[in-house]
């Protein structure tokens, strides 16, 4: 399963250090960043699944980015669990009011703070956690990482794994070259963009036979997309 990405913007370092081992530790691609303003624009170029928010911050407050992000319709509906020394009742009906989804007081404990993120990932996205994903003839088993196309296996390589997953999540959103080079190799990659071209490329080969139905739509000048027209994409929970 690719992991579902979580923003930490923090700027006490210790309490950053903290949430990101614990998360990477649980499967999580974690970013953090100090500042508010500094998380504005990141989030501008890239939406992650969940934003853990100080309230109090340099540059911008999580109060004020928390109302500008509800704002804008790409993250309208963005998870977000404010941090925050503000244990009153009134401040923690203020930080929800604002459009945080949950709110955590410090000093916290770590398990609760896990256990509220898995939550609240598993009701704003649950394909994020899904077992199976499918879509048409196209199969990917999260567990084992295998990926089927109607009867046959396919062989993928990590990378073409990753961008089809990635892209099956997400059916029908187009995405740009940057966008996927970000979320599939990560921020702080030197990868160039053409190089999405390539691994592409080579999904396109490993998914299609002569004559099928290719299910990566490409838009000129953009980027790429799962077309959403392949078929309706249904997500199911392995039962354990």
């Not at 059916?171 to 999405?196: H, K, N, Y």
């Amino acid at each position: 399963m690719s992991k579902p990405s979580i923003l930490i913007v923090e700027d006490e370092e210790t309490i950053a250090l903290l949430l990101r081992y614990n998360l990477e530790a649980e499967g999580y691609h974690v970013t953090t960043v100090e500042r508010g303003d500094e998380a504005d624009l990141v989030l501008r170029e890239v939406v992650p699944d969940l934003v853990l928010l100080d309230w109090m911050l340099p540059g911008l407050s999580g109060i004020e980015l928390c109302r500008r992000l509800r704002q804008r319709p790409e993250t309208q509906r963005l998870p977000i669990i404010l941090l925050t020394a503000r244990g009153e009742e009134d401040e923690r009906v203020r930080g929800l009011a604002t459009g945080a989804d949950d709110y955590i007081v410090k000093p916290f404990s770590v398990p609760e703070l896990l256990a509220r993120v898995r939550a609240l990932l598993r009701r704003a996205s649950p394909e994020r956690v899904a077992s199976l994903l499918m879509a048409g003839e196209i199969i990917i088993n999260r567990e084992t990482r295998r990926v089927k196309r109607g009867d046959r296996e396919l062989q993928l390589g990590p990378t073409e794994y990753r961008i089809l997953e990635f892209l099956m999540e997400r059916t029908g959103r187009v995405f740009e070259r940057a966008q996927l080079l970000d979320s599939i190799w990560g921020m702080d990659s030197d990868i160039d963009e053409r190089t999405v071209d390539v691994h592409v490329g080579r999904l396109r080969k490993a998914i299609n036979k002569p004559k099928e139905r290719d299910p990566i739509r490409t838009v000129r000048g953009t980027g790429y997309a799962f077309d959403e027209t392949f078929a309706q994409l249904t997500r199911v929970e392995i039962p354990h």
